[in-house]
């Protein structure tokens, strides 16, 4: 009976963070990679057009991808904090690059916090280094463009 019983909140847990999400948010895999953005919550993103449309992402790497491939104008662009996995103003959010915690569809990681402190604590823990969003705005960019650079020929 113990053996079902972790499982069993897993699943709920996981079922649980799926009605929690709000609107385009709702959307499970992501739009760009597809890949499971409840099990990323706490790495998804959420752009709004200004023509008012959604697009629901994993990562903040799918987001920026998703912005630079679309050609529309960005109302905003929120992505999850990483620990209580509550949407954020990407701007206003401070980020911590690198550390040990592998990055979600960016290498190095990059990673979002709604509390200064938290990201502080996170680099104690993590390691990385706290970064101004315009850099990590420009990292993401150029990890997009060279992902669109033809493979060397051999």
């Known amino acids: 009976m113990r053996r079902l019983f972790l499982p069993l909140i897993l699943i709920l847990t996981v079922i649980g963070s799926a009605f929690a999400l709000e609107g385009a948010d709702k959307t499970v895999d992501c739009v760009r990679c597809g890949m499971d953005r409840v099990f990323f919550a706490y790495s998804r993103a959420l752009v709004r057009y200004a023509d008012g ?27 999850a904090d990483f620990y209580s996995k509550e949407l954020v103003d990407a701007a206003s959010a401070t980020w911590v ?3 040990r915690a592998n990055g979600v569809m960016t290498s190095p990681g990059k990673w979002a916090f709604a509390r200064p402190e938290d990201a502080g604590r996170f680099v104690k823990e993590q390691g ?27």
């Open 53 to 79: 449309s959604e697009t629901a992402t994993c990562s903040i790497h799918c987001a920026v991808e998703d912005i630079l491939k679309s050609g529309k104008k960005t109302a905003s662009l929120k992505v």
């Open 97 to 99: 690059v690198g550390g």
């Open 128 to 154: 990385g280094a706290i970064t101004a969003w315009e850099q990590v705005l420009k990292f993401l960019k150029d990890e997009v463009a060279e992902m669109d650079q033809p493979a060397p020929a051999e």
